[in-house]
């Protein structure tokens, strides 16, 4: 065969013959590689998401002007204010895959049940007050706490308190809809639980650090454990600092000590869609820049740092979010010291024999 060369390939007008080709490709709904190849095949990853940051300071004022305009009930389902990426008009999604939203529920409020095939969680960065009720079982939310909603889990949540709640919700939305796997199914419109226990049932059987209950034989995809503590993700993340500062290998570089929430089952990711990590930077630290084939979103639970996206500085505070789109370098440094909660698309890509990485600066 002959090598065409795509320059050429549109033809000139003198081949009639190469020009009819065309039109006959066109008109079976084929298109030859050599005209699309770079487009499909790139050198390097090419994301159509960018870089973001979305500043606590607007997202907060906008969410509590929603909670007093926008009611919480059937149809709407919930008060979920995504983060839309700019480079992805008119889709509400943070990166191509990973969909982030600010959810305010307000005082006595509750958010009727429902479950969907994508996998959630909820991450708090202050307050207490609402439970959410998972498949019956009702799980306090408090600061710092990570809680878990499963695929096709049903789920729901009540506010207690006198005053709003507001968290950050992830979900693997865009990856489920380019799949074309998504399902949804409402439940009933009253609350199935309205007990505000201490400790979920869930929490009391599997939040035992190295202790697996006999009965419970068989492995699960997502884990059952549903609410990760902050007490023990701090203590975590203070011994590994402590232990570095003793000269033991704890940390993943000098001053930064990290985290990965975990199925106790099978000690995998806590979900199989999404990666659930928390960082902690300690003063005067500055990571290595790093980029991954696939995406995160990051918030800043505590402290201020400097976040560096292809380049270009943010000055990040409480409450800051940012999107990292696949193969975007991201550097961190931080002087009083600094928590991120970050979440990810990275359990697909190692399932999938996709996953690479680069440490330092790009080539």
Known sequence: MVAVDPRSAAGTGSDRALQQLYADFDAAGLMPLWTVREGLMPAAPAPRAVPHVWPWAELLPLAARAGDLVPVGRGGERRAIALANPALPGDPFATGTLWAAV??????????????TQNAF????????????????????????????????WHEH??????????????????????????????????????????????????????????AERDTVSSPLPAYRWRHTDAALTAQLELAAQGHPATVGPGHAAVRFVNPTTGRDALPTVRLEM???????????VREVGS????????????????????????????VPSWCPVAIRTDAGADLFRFSDAPVYAALHLARRQTGEPA
Do not use: C
């Open 103 to 116: 959810q305010y529920l307000g005082p006595k409020e509750v958010a009727p049940a429902h479950r969907h």
């Open 122 to 153: 909820r991450f708090v960065l202050d307050g207490e007050g609402v439970w959410t009720v998972v498949d019956g079982d009702p799980v306090a939310m408090r600061r710092g706490d990570l809680l878990l909603t499963p695929g096709w889990a």
């Open 158 to 215: 009540h506010n207690t308190a006198d005053a709003p709640m507001v968290w950050l919700d992830g979900l693997d939305i865009p990856l489920v809809a380019g799949l074309e796997a998504g399902f949804f199914e409402f439940g009933p419109d009253e609350l199935t639980d309205t007990t505000t226990p201490v400790a979920s049932r869930g929490e009391r059987l599997w939040a035992h650090p190295g202790l697996r209950p006999l009965a």
């Open 279 to 289: 960082h902690r930077l300690a003063a005067a630290t500055a990571t290595t820049a």
């Open 296 to 323: 995160s979103v990051w918030q800043v639970f505590d402290g201020e740092a400097t976040v560096t996206l292809d380049d270009r500085d943010h000055v990040l505070g409480t409450g800051d979010l940012f999107a």
